[in-house]
């Protein structure tokens, strides 16, 4: 189990440049398996939640070949059937695209169920939903899910919770299936929008895609032979951006979409911080004599405050002027994460999706763990500013979706080492 070792007290400096999306590059890997020629995608990120989806589609017969600069060559055409024997698809959430992709191409497709980070139940009814609205009937069995479909069909589908996952995977199955589906009530995360670019660039006609109402006019062929360049990952950029406010430092966050931060950085200049956007950058810093105030936010569905994002802000409030409020709305239990910082000293009061978080108490560094992805960012960041040093376990939870997360954070300064044991 690694582990990273944090001397805390560095203001972090400098210009740090954003990998491509994680949860982008799922959907879109997983969606070039529906395709009938080769494509290449460039800034998939090399994080170990992709390098997985890449070995479970090759174990299906895709042949997947990384390039030097990154870039990810893929020719699903070998391919011949929608059983996914690789037992590996449990451990990451992002297979369950396979089902939407194996279900578009071949009318089948029979996966283990799906894995990932686990903040309390995470169904996908409403992936089976879509998928059944679509003509198919679904099978559990033995750990195992399998949809199939006589005939697929397009369809008029309301979906009741906002979901990225089923938005994603329902938008897959359509694109090649006769008809016209209309998803209503989808999500509208900026990922969503890149997989709906992607599908469309390899021949696919999706419209609406980033509003509530999306159109799939299926196409009988997606001839692919396509380059596509996946978006920048909203969540890592938002992680530097605090990091930035946490160590009173002075960061650019570089190859972004500043709008796409507009949730983000409306709070931190709320909190007092700098926030200065460019075209593809945003710096971060504090001015002398800020110190940063309290505030609160509710986690939403996009465009609100991420999820995502959730644990990492919450350390920032600890070391803020006075006391906030932080509901969390998408995930029933995403504070795990709380009893760690608590033994660094934070003071936060959870009732329920609401947490308090009471601000100004001095974190010290300690031993905790990634309890997963983005609780155990949050526990970097904790880090960054305790005294003393930290010793933050079981990295392999970050390391499914921060490229490069050590290096990064060193070369703007910060005090962090990678121990393997
Ligand atoms: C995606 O998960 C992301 N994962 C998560 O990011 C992210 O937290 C989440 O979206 C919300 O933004 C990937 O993209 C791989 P949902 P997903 O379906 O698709 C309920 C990270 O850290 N729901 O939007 O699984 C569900 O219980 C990861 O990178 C149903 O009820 O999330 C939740 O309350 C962690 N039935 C809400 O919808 C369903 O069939 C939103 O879930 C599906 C979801």
Excluded at 185 to 196: S, T, Y
Excluded at 238 to 247: E, H
Aim: proline share 4%; aromatic share 6%; glycine share 10%.
């Amino acid at each position: 189990m690694a582990s990273y070792m944090i001397r805390g007290g560095n203001r972090l400096v400098g210009d740090v440049t954003i990998s491509g999306s994680k949860n982008a590059a799922l959907g879109i890997i997983a969606a070039s398996m529906l395709l009938d020629g080769p494509c290449k995608i460039d800034h998939a990120p090399n994080v170990d939640d992709i390098n997985m989806l890449v070995e479970i589609c090759r174990s299906m017969g895709a042949q997947i070949r990384r390039e030097a600069d990154g870039a990810l060559e893929i020719d699903p055409r070998f391919v011949t059937n929608g059983e996914t024997i690789d037992e590996r698809s449990r451990n990451i959430r992002g297979s369950y695209y396979l089902l939407g992709a194996m279900l578009g191409r071949f009318s089948y497709a029979s996966i283990y169920m799906p894995g990932g980070c686990n903040f309390g139940p995470r169904p996908i009814d409403l992936h089976v939903k879509g998928f059944e609205a679509l003509g198919a009937t679904t099978v559990f069995e033995h750990g195992r899910i399998t949809v199939s479909a006589e005939k697929m069909h397009g369809e008029h589908i309301f979906l009741d919770t906002v979901s990225v996952g089923a938005t994603i995977n329902i938008m897959i199955a359509a694109a090649k299936t006769e008809g016209v589906t209309v998803i209503e009530n989808a999500a509208r995360e900026p990922h969503i929008v890149d997989v709906a670019n992607f599908l469309n660039t390899m021949g696919a006609n999706i419209r609406g895609a980033g509003t509530d109402v999306i159109r799939v006019t299926g196409v009988p062929v997606l001839p692919g032979n396509v380059s596509y360049s996946i978006i920048p990952d909203q969540i890592e950029a938002g992680t530097y951006m605090l990091a930035a406010a946490l160590t009173r430092g002075d960061v650019t966050v570089r190859n972004i979409i500043p709008k796409h931060m507009e949730p983000l950085s409306a709070k931190l200049e709320e909190m007092g911080a700098c926030v200065v956007s460019g075209d593809d950058s945003i710096r971060v810093f504090i001015p002398e004599d800020t110190v940063l105030q309290a505030t609160s936010f509710r986690t939403m569905p996009y465009p609100g405050f991420p999820t995502d994002l959730q644990p990492q802000t919450t350390v920032l409030l600890c070391t803020a002027q006075g006391n906030s409020r932080m509901t969390e709305n998408v995930w029933d239990n995403r504070f795990q994460y709380i009893d760690d910082l608590k033994i660094m000293g934070a003071n936060i009061l959870i009732s329920g999706r609401l947490a308090l978080v009471e601000g100004g108490n001095p974190l010290t560094g300690a031993k905790v763990f990634a309890r997963d992805l983005r609780a155990g960012a949050a526990m970097v960041l904790a880090g960054l500013v305790a005294e003393g040093t930290t010793e933050v376990n079981d990295v392999s939870k970050i390391e499914r979706g921060y490229e490069s997360f050590v290096r990064k954070l060193q070369d703007l300064g910060a005090d962090i080492t990678r121990i393997d044991s």
